[in-house]
């Protein structure tokens, strides 16, 4: 997918639900038939979704791994700021940089050259574009595709694990205890 530069301005909070889906998340510039000049975010797994916007036509996929650093730095605003966001090509060709600005507050994130592989997902064996698992998870299965690189993701960011082969690997004698004794530590 190239990068087409380019910045648009939307509410945080219209921006936190675009972004509120398992990645990789395409964000593009449209024109929506009911909605006219709009926002797109587009996952491997969903509908597409909408959000009215202004501004220069430009695209960007942002890698799964990339979200929750986004959503976090968003979730630090107050849901009607105004969010600038846009990509650029970084001139010494080393790939792109998308960046979101709220008055002094920023978050660049910076996409190299062809960081897309397609492979098999270690957990659901799926053939799609996938992630290498983070190290602070422990034994993890490795590569992820974004929805499962996602469940990684939201189980340790809530102290939790995404299933019980998990749960045996990685929680210590306490917490597989506590879940035992309570209910089981999926979702
Ligand atoms: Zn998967």
Do not use: F, K
Request: with cysteine; aromatic share 4%.
């Amino acid at each position: 997918m190239t990068a087409l530069p380019g910045r648009t301005t939307l509410l945080a909070a219209e921006l936190a639900w675009l972004l509120r889906q398992a990645g990789p998340i395409t964000l593009t510039t449209t024109h929506h038939d009911v909605l006219g000049p709009a926002l797109q975010s587009t996952t491997p797994d969903q509908p597409p979704r909408y959000t009215p916007t202004a501004g220069g036509p430009w695209t960007h996929t942002i890698p799964a791994t990339d979200l929750p650093a986004l959503r976090a730095w968003l979730d630090r605003l107050d849901d009607d700021t105004p969010v600038r966001i846009g990509t650029a090509t970084l001139a010494d060709g080393t790939g792109t940089l998308l960046t979101a600005r709220s008055g002094p507050q920023t978050i660049r994130i910076h996409q190299p050259i062809n960081t897309a592989v397609e492979a098999r997902c270690a957990r659901c064996q799926q053939r799609r574009v996938v992630h290498p698992a983070s190290p602070a998870w422990g034994h993890a299965p490795t590569p992820l595709c974004g929805t499962c690189w996602n469940r990684y993701a939201d189980a340790r960011a809530a102290n939790d694990y995404v299933d019980w082969p998990d749960a045996l690997r990685n929680a210590d004698d306490d917490q597989i205890t506590c879940a035992l004794t309570s209910e089981e530590p999926t979702r």
